[in-house]
């Protein structure tokens, strides 16, 4: 671990919890306000960034062993799965499908395939975020 003070720990761990926060109600407010998938991933990959120039690479690898590759694979094959949908009920593709349900817990909440594919995306730009930063950081030459 690389010699940094005890101060910017403590304040990259609170402000990376904020950030993380943030992504995740931009990503639920995104399918019927501006937000989504592609902001709230960048977001997270900023957070996730930030925990890596904090601490050094190797330590924040141990925490969060993530191959960035199949990430990106199964974010896509979700977005695309999703947009298939509308195709298997005859209707185009990535139409997007909603109704209200009555949850145990929720009460009234509104199931769309927005989220899904909005998912898929959150995926996709995290994992390739961060496997093309990281590429960059790990390269010696």
Known sequence: MKNTPVQLHVITRIVA???LAFSIFLFFAG???PGGGFIGG??????????????DIKTIK???????AKIIASGLLLAVLTGMVGM???RPFLEQFFDYYQLPILGKT???T???FDLGIYLVVVGFTLLVILTIAEDDS
């Open 42 to 55: 960048l977001m997270t990959a900023s957070a996730l960034v930030l925990l890596f120039l904090s601490f």
């Open 31 to 33: 399918h019927n306000n």
């Open 17 to 19: 919890f904020i950030i």
């Open 88 to 90: 298997f009920l005859g």
């Open 62 to 68: 141990k925490v969060l062993p993530f191959n960035y």
């Open 114 to 116: 927005a989220l899904p």
């Open 110 to 112: 509104e199931l769309t």
